[in-house]
């Protein structure tokens, strides 16, 4: 089984609910298995800043899916819960990103793991971290590195919602 780690957010709607929808969503596909859900996180908009401010979270699966067809589910889950796709950091009912993938490193057309941003993000960060507690690999260890050095409260990231699922470590 391959780890995955997904970094999952959403700043329309039901803010909440779409969370816990799309991680709903995660746990009825076959071949998948939700092992770690992070706290949420409310931060303020990337990118385009004139809009409401995200919630996001971190999973770990465990899955035997490549990373196309893992990359076609998480388009799947976005189209379920409504996503539409208008422009670049605009708002979205939910986005579900690849941020590693069993700690390869893959580049096509259609998908870059490492995601290519998520080094430079809290909101990536904190709930990754928060979910690899003890980081193996090289991908895991930068992030940890890079989260030590981050101060989070001028990131204006803040916790939302506390994790009520156990630590499992793997």
Not at 69 to 84: T, Y
């Amino acid at each position: 089984m391959k780890d995955v780690y997904l970094s999952i957010g959403t700043n329309m709607g039901e803010r909440y609910e779409n969370l816990q929808q799309a991680v709903a969503l995660l746990r009825e596909k076959e071949n998948i298995e939700v092992v770690r859900v992070s706290s949420v996180y409310e931060t303020a908009a990337v990118g385009y800043t004139d809009q409401a401010d995200f919630l996001n979270m971190a999973v770990h699966l465990k899955t035997d899916v490549s990373s196309t067809e893992m990359l076609k589910i998480c388009q799947s889950i976005e189209h379920e819960l409504g996503r539409v796709r208008e422009f670049r950091w605009g708002p979205r009912i939910i986005d579900l990103d690849i941020l590693l993938y069993n700690h390869e490193n893959i580049e096509t057309e259609n998908l870059l793991v490492p995601h290519p941003r998520m080094y430079e993000r809290a909101f990536v960060l904190v709930p990754l971290v928060e979910i690899t507690p003890a980081p193996f690999g090289d991908q895991l260890q930068q992030a940890h590195h890079l989260f030590q050095q981050m101060d989070c409260e001028s990131e204006g990231i803040s916790l939302w919602q506390p994790t009520n699922e156990p630590l499992i470590v793997s």
